[in-house]
């Protein structure tokens, strides 16, 4: 396995900080993100909808394997270097009922935790981003 592709929900501001945090941690494998309802994720897996990736998230790896749920947010964790460890240890059968109910409360509550937290969706942070006025740069070399 070389890369996993991460089927997520981008107006949703808590997957989109997940996105954003996972983009920057060094990793073991290779990790793109999907819109789970976007074409192209339909190309790619299709039926995502109909089971369900827009109440939890999906992982695909590029053999085939898929996950979903606690077994999918496992996985993300597997793929870091730094939380490579934390993966197995959370998968143990004695910490799975709590993996399993933090996920899904996490999952269930995912819209009202991002509005609480302010966090802002993918679209939100491009559309801030690019209404903020750049630097007048007349040869190239902006100056204060």
Known sequence: MKTLTIFYDPRCGLCSKFRAWLEAQPK?????????????????????????????VVVLADDGRWWQGSAAWLTCLWATARYYEWSFRLAAPVFQPLVKKAVHLLSENRLTLS????????????????????APCEDGACRR
């Open 28 to 56: 073991r494998v290779g990790v793109e993100f999907l819109a789970y309802d976007s074409a192209e994720a339909n190309a790619k897996f299709p039926g995502l909808v109909e089971m369900g990736a827009d109440r939890e």
């Open 115 to 134: 509005s609480l937290m302010k966090l802002k969706t993918d679209s939100e942070l491009a559309d801030a981003l690019s209404g903020m006025a750049g």
